[in-house]
């Protein structure tokens, strides 16, 4: 004979056997309910029911004989039941065809007429881009079953499938995941949903928002957000406040600046509230046909300022020309493919890229010394090929910014530019090299500086322009850098614009190097001679025979200043082969450890 116990003390519910029953090994037999709670009681083995003794409505103690029953051979097997009494092949049970059924409404297919429009406009979605973003399968979406707050003037069921995720699509996926772990490749990501009431910023997708910039300062996930929308929605009535200027999502977003890597998208209109999460971006990657402004037609309008289209308000080619985007693309894949590659700078090392023949950098430098030429063909001959990312190139010609890689080592890189006024630094230049010293240093990220400066530019024009606050932005960003910085002198190195470009002087690198064709001097050696023989010159007449004298001091001063000199009194620490430059820089390399970066705000101008 064989009795069963109760396993706690509760109330009998519910009988599932009768006597002379058999019963299989595992089968409910009892309903029993303790503390609002029911608890399921199953047959220890197969049995032949006896007796139950207990009714429906009584209390048992632990350990209480519930039934007899006595060893049996079990019938022929039924169906198989779930554990709510269903059988396993009857589909979804209904709570969850519910969520299925809800969450179906949130993906693009529940809206084909909105997608249509998009796709009308040369745009993609923003689930589509999200797709694009982050590696098959790995996003997980947080808040996808938010709707608009407007309860008390549309139905839920128009606001469920209308404003699907109140028009913002938030979650965390792997990025870059061929290349990285999931540690180094989780991604937060935050893309505004143009299709759902504008893109515009609500009081859910504001929560949502902040739900998950809490998680990226947490976790220390770098940050993508595809910006496209009008800004602040007017149209929520769900909650108790006038103008929500004390929601939290701007100073939090603002926060994540220096402590993680963000990366602001633009496609068509991005304007207010949308744009001011875009302008605390490390860097803001825009398409030719985006629009990115505080205030969009309505705003404008609405402060008196006059009526002007979506179209005439912060078109990107203008603001890749004044510095607020740093990288201007086609479409939105091209965006994308943009996003991931700057973002793989901050993951790490990948597999080593194929180096370029080291040899041609022999002929980079022209043998006319005063002959211009594109400073971009040292990094390009240096680092891995195709690994080279340039940011800013619209704003502040004087100097190039950007990152590579070398034997997949990422590093940071900025390099005088001899085509722009000779490759004197002005105000612009300036603020781009200091702003990006700011970004690698904040992210870890170390930094090789190409040289070929007469200075910093001078001149009353210049100056109206507050030359002398700018350019000493670069001596205060590089007196606080924390990674290793590595100086390389291809030609002219003059000056206080030469020191500022080796951070802050030649002995503040963890090596400053130089080509054969470097050439130094305290100021650009024509004006020295100029200037320190005046007396000299001016005591010939002025032609052949002034002008023979000026040759032959010029010549001496470039004598003087050649970069076997220079390193013959220790001012710089060698003079090298050009084709050596990637050998060097991969030495330096490898032996810097990883490190997280200072974490220091990196200005957003």
């Known amino acids: 004979m064989t009795v069963l116990r109760a396993p706690l003390q509760a109330q009998v519910v519910q009988w599932l056997v009768e006597p002379d029953r058999v019963v299989r090994e595992g089968e409910v037999v009892l ?11 199953r047959a220890p ?8 003794l207990y009714t429906p409505g009584e209390t048992v103690n632990e350990g209480d004989v519930l039934w007899t029953a006595e060893p049996a051979t079990a019938d022929a097997p039924a169906a198989l039941e779930d554990d709510a009494g269903g059988a396993l092949d009857d589909g979804p049970r209904a709570d969850l065809q519910r969520v299925f059924d809800r969450h179906a409404l949130t993906l693009d297919a529940a809206r084909p007429e909105a997608v249509a429009r998009r796709h009308a406009l040369g745009l993609r979605t923003a689930r589509e881009n999200v797709a694009d973003l982050c590696d098959g399968g790995s996003f997980d979406e947080y808040g996808a079953l938010a709707i608009a707050a407007q309860t008390n003037r549309r139905g839920e069921d128009d606001l469920q499938r209308n404003t699907p995720a109140d028009g913002l699509v938030t979650g965390v996926g792997n990025v870059n995941g061929q290349w990285f772990d999931p540690v180094h490749a989780r991604t937060a990501v935050l893309a505004y949903d143009a299709t759902v009431l504008a ?11 902040d739900r998950l910039l809490n998680l990226a300062a947490k976790h220390r996930w770098p940050l993508v957000l595809f910006a496209e929308g009008g800004g602040g929605r007017p149209g929520d009535t769900d909650m108790p406040i006038v103008a929500g200027l004390h929601v939290p999502t701007f100073a939090a977003f603002a926060r994540l600046n220096g402590r993680v890597p963000t990366i602001g998208i633009a496609a068509g209109r991005c304007f207010a509230g949308n744009a001011a999460l875009l302008g605390c971006c490390d860097v803001i990657i825009a398409t030719r046909g985006a629009n990115i402004g505080m205030g969009g037609p309505a705003m404008v309008e609405g402060g008196g300022l006059g009526r002007f289209a979506p179209e005439d308000i912060g078109p990107a080619e ?3 020309r004044n510095g607020v985007v740093d990288l201007l693309v086609d479409d939105e894949a091209q965006a994308v493919a943009a996003a991931k590659q700057y973002l793989a700078f901050f993951q790490g090392a990948t597999p080593p890229g194929d180096a370029p023949d080291a040899e041609q950098l022999r ?10 030429y594109d400073t971009r063909t040292a990094i390009h001959g240096t680092a891995d090929i195709d690994s080279v990312l340039e940011l800013r190139t619209g704003f502040g010609a004087g100097i190039h910014t950007g990152f590579a890689r070398i034997a997949g080592r990422p590093f940071g890189w900025l390099a005088n530019n001899p085509a722009h006024l000779g490759g004197a630094i002005d105000a612009d230049a300036a603020d781009k090299a200091a702003r990006f010293m700011q970004l690698c240093d904040s992210h870890g990220l170390p930094m090789v500086s190409f040289i070929d400066t007469p200075g910093f530019m001078v001149g009353p024009d210049i100056e109206r322009k507050a030359q002398v606050r ?14 290793p910085f590595w100086s390389i002198v291809l030609r002219k190195g003059y000056g206080l614009g030469a020191m500022a470009m080796a951070a802050g002087g030649f002995h503040g690198p963890e090596f400053t190097i130089a080509w054969p064709t470097g050439e130094f001097g305290g100021m650009g050696l024509e004006g020295a001679v100029k200037l320190g023989f005046r007396k000299e010159l001016e005591a010939k007449p002025e032609g052949a025979e002034r002008e023979a004298l000026y040759q032959q001091l010029l010549a001496r001063q470039y004598g003087n200043g050649q970069a076997l000199r220079m390193a013959q009194t220790l001012e710089i620490d060698a003079v090298i082969d050009p084709a050596q430059t990637r050998a060097w820089l991969q ?14 705000p990196v200005d957003a101008w």
């Open 31 to 41: 309903i029993l309910e303790a503390m609002k709670m029911e608890h399921e009681v």
């Open 45 to 52: 083995a197969t049995l032949r029911v006896r007796e139950l």
């Open 199 to 209: 893109g515009t910023q609500g009081f859910r997708n504001h929560q949502k928002t």
């Open 318 to 320: 203008e603001l890749h």
């Open 363 to 372: 002929q980079a430098v022209p043998e006319n010394r005063l002959r211009a």
């Open 470 to 483: 700018h350019v000493s932005r670069m001596f205060v960003a590089a007196a606080h850098l924390e990674v």
């Open 587 to 600: 030495r330096a390399l490898e032996a810097t450890p990883a490190t997280r970066g200072s974490g220091r």
